[in-house]
């Protein structure tokens, strides 16, 4: 006679829960941010949609160069369209800051010599 | 003497050329003197953080640095995870902003000239830089952050990979500076604008913003914008918008009003409002709003959908 009550408040309890995240993502997703107003006032709306097409492209860019693959997903969630199409189209062109000073000082005072030297041939100097 | 008079007028000139070339792509052109003349004093932001880096990590050093002076307790390896990427043994710039973003900072970035740069700095904000320390064809990219300059001398102050208080000669610095296209930014809290805010780079920028930030750093950054922009429709929206993440559903409708106050046909705030005002509890008010959106190319059929919902929902209320 107990065993009732009990698996319906269960079988509630589970349900709520099942529609929990439904309810959340439902009610977030309905407004129109105001990135996407900006998009859509430029009629470049299309554009932004492509753009987020481009998230996975980009996250798989980032696992390919060593990221995890949950880091890569939090990495290009905070990117915006156009920093996400620049990921996603021409990474291998972008800078990546490094800063490995001791390495450069002497590469560059390689390459100044190579100009030199360049330069002395050039003019018949220093043969 | 193994060369003959010609020979060596020929070649003196031409070694002389080069190593002014040399010394000259360095050098401070009038513009950066005058952008510098015009702080009478030297000029340092007390005290900056400093982060140095490890391995190749410049960019997770420097941008702990930016991110700790405007307020944000920050955690170095957490910010190597977020932005380092190990394979390429370096930080994109734009992961930098994505960064800053996820801690609720705005990222701004400044106008590539030395004197947006220098402003910022007397204005007391650290400037993170990108530099290039090799040659055009041969880059080596590295960040580092501006904290301070002296115009009498034409020194530069920054934190830089290993090196605090780093002092550098401004026309080596420029050189770098120049080679990697002048690119500077800085992490402002939600309640801060910059100096020389751009209005359109300035709204894409909290726009941007507003999608990675937690909702209350968004209202504010909004807030802020709409105090000097009242009449500019993207901050009442983003007002709106930043209201109904926060549950504050009546706030979220007089931000969305106005927003249709200063601009009445923007379609952002017109569907927003509607849906805002389903969930509020007057469903028949958001059928006349989403009526004259259905013939909007984006957002007809989003409209569509909302229009069948609020009219079933205002039918059950009558």
Known sequence: ???????????????????LPLATVHASADLISSQEA?????????????AWLQRDEAAAELVALGVDPTLAQARVAALSPQELEAIAERLDELPAGAG?????????LVLIILDLVGVINLFGLGR | MTRSAPERLLGLPALLTTLLALAGCAGLGPMQRDALQAFPEAVQIEPVPFYPQTDMHCGPAALATVLDQSGIAVDYDHLVDRVYLPDRGGTLQVELLAAARSHDRIPWVLDPDLSALLAEVAAGRPVLVLENQGVRRVPYWHYAVVIGFDPDQARIIQHSGTEAELSRPMRRWLRDWTLAGRWAVISLPPDQLPLDPNRERWLQTLADFEVVAEPDAALTAWQRAAERWPDEALVWLGQGNSQYRLGALDEAVSAF???????????????NLAVVLIENGQPCRAVDHLQTLLQHPALEERAGHTLETARASCNRSR
């Open chain 2, 257 to 271: 009003e106005q927003a249709l106050t200063v601009h009445p046909d923007q379609p952002a705030a017109t569907f």
């Open chain 1, 1 to 19: 006679m107990n065993k009732k009550p009990l698996r319906s408040y269960l079988m509630a309890c589970l349900l709520s829960l099942a529609l």
């Open chain 1, 38 to 50: 900006l998009a859509i006032e430029r009629s470049s709306h299309t554009e932004q949609v492509q």
């Open chain 1, 100 to 108: 490995v000073i001791e390495v450069l000082g002497i590469t560059f």
